[in-house]
């Protein structure tokens, strides 16, 4: 089974290092309690991750960068490469939606980001989802299907094991409102076939694959119910202690239940994962798709 993952993503916050030291040491009891059951990571400003890593040494709490660039070196003023954080980190986002808005990232960028991430030995969060106008066009699968693709065609399942894709809803992130579970749902198992035929159905399965947008405690577990759900990246709701630890505790007791589950039926053929939405066509050929 795979192991559910709660990743921290605290953006541009907090402002002091003294802050950040305050949460990380915060969360670590919570990961510690519950390690058996939750991969628990958290992703500082760079500014704070050697502090970060000092405070978390003795703590089964992964770290992470919220960025890399795909050059190892050269001059460019301003960016961290996938190398440098090698030394610092385990993880780093890729993708991540506020990138591609605000600073006007692409999927293709996107990709190279994570092929060098991966190279690096890091592992990776790539983040994908639609904006508002795209849902209400019903292009939802059309778009993550494209971002997802520009990424599986730089990789190989051999990348499997270090990789996780995020389903992020662009509508959902810091707006309050976090995408119902059903929907949810259908875009991950749209994410895991296109995972399946990149891969192979043996390695796609060990790709994780997280919700995130305005998830907290009272959520949280709507999520990892589900059968395409392996975790959550937390935004907001990472930056409170005692929330991000109850989400811990909310998602072991999950994987507890489900522990001593059987197994569900395989979905009904032919009606596209677990039977919500049929697969959805390959994006045209030059939008980074495969």
């Not at 778009?143 to 499997?160: F, K, M, N, P, Y």
């Not at 198992?189 to 995130?212: H, I, K, N, P, S």
Request: with cysteine; glycine share 12%.
């Amino acid at each position: 089974m795979r192991k559910p993952l709660l990743a921290a993503n605290w953006k541009m916050n907090p402002v002091t290092g003294a802050t950040a030291l305050e949460l990380a040491r915060a969360v670590s009891p919570a990961a510690a309690e519950h390690a058996g059951q939750v991969e628990v990571a958290v992703f500082p400003p760079f500014c704070f991750l050697e502090s970060v890593a000092a405070a978390l040494v003795d703590a089964p709490v992964g770290l992470g960068a919220q960025d890399c660039y795909w050059e190892r070196s050269g001059a460019f003023t301003g960016e961290v490469s996938a190398a440098m954080l090698a030394g610092w980190c385990d993880w780093v986002i890729v993708g991540h939606s506020e990138r591609r808005g605000y600073f006007g990232e692409t999927d293709e960028q996107v990709a190279r980001k994570a092929a060098a991430a991966l190279e690096a030995g890091l592992s990776v969060i790539v983040a994908i989802g639609e904006r508002e106008a795209e849902l209400e066009a019903g292009e939802t699968d059309l778009v993550c299907s494209r971002q997802l693709g520009a990424v599986l065609e730089v990789l190989t399942a051999a990348d499997a094991d270090r990789l996780v894709i995020a389903y992020e809803p662009v509508w959902a992130i810091g707006t309050g409102r976090n995408a119902d579970p059903a929907h949810a749902g259908a875009t991950m198992e749209v994410v895991r076939r296109r995972l399946d035929g990149a891969f192979g159905t043996e390695a796609a399965g060990r790709v994780r694959v997280l919700y995130g947008g305005s998830t907290n405690a009272a959520n949280v577990v709507s999520y990892v119910e589900l059968a395409s759900c392996d975790g959550c990246l937390v935004g907001g709701a990472s930056l409170k202690a005692e929330e991000f630890s109850s989400m811990i505790g909310a998602v072991a007791s999950v994987e507890a239940r489900q522990a001593i589950r059987p197994a569900p039926p395989d979905p009904p053929t032919g009606e596209g994962g677990r039977g919500i939405r049929p697969a959805p066509p390959d994006p045209p050929t030059g939008e980074g798709g495969k």
